[in-house]
Nanobody, 125 residues
Framework: QVQLVESGGGLVQAGGSLRLSCAAS????????MGWFRQAPGKEREFVAA????????YYADSVKGRFTISRDNAKNTVYLQMNSLKPEDTAVYYC??????????????????WGQGTQVTVSS
């Protein structure tokens, strides 16, 4: 079955960096469009970034543009989220997901079918 496993979260001071990883199995990874979402306590899950199967196309939420970079290594079945210049408002549980519904915009959680368990990112001020 499809499994997505995130890692790399932790506690970091504002202005610091973290790199999240999402290891995938049970799917044809090189053709899978992938996305990162996050959810803070009491808030809805929100889109962070998305990437095409080849890695040639990427898309970001305005709130992270210029600070976060999504990438992938299809040889390792892994997608990454490099997060720089972190802010306290970036604190959330971060999830990776596989996009299956191309009829919905990439920012919609409903466009994704498989999700990881999430990894906590906490940014202190």
């Amino acid at each position: 079955q499809v499994q997505l496993v995130e890692s790399g979260g932790g506690l970091v001071q504002a202005g610091g960096s973290l790199r999240l990883s999402c290891a995938a199995s049970g799917l044809t990874f090189s053709s899978a469009r992938m996305g990162w979402f996050r959810q803070a306590p009491g808030k809805e899950r929100e889109f962070v970034a998305a990437i095409s199967g080849s890695g040639g196309s990427t898309y970001y939420a305005d709130s992270v543009k210029g600070r976060f970079t999504i990438s992938r290594d299809n040889a390792k079945n892994t997608v990454y989220l490099q997060m720089n210049s972190l802010k306290p408002e970036d604190t959330a549980v971060y999830y990776c997901a596989r996009r299956y519904d191309l009829g919905l915009v990439a920012t919609a959680p409903g466009a994704y079918d498989y999700w990881g368990q999430g990894t906590q990112v906490t940014v202190s001020s």
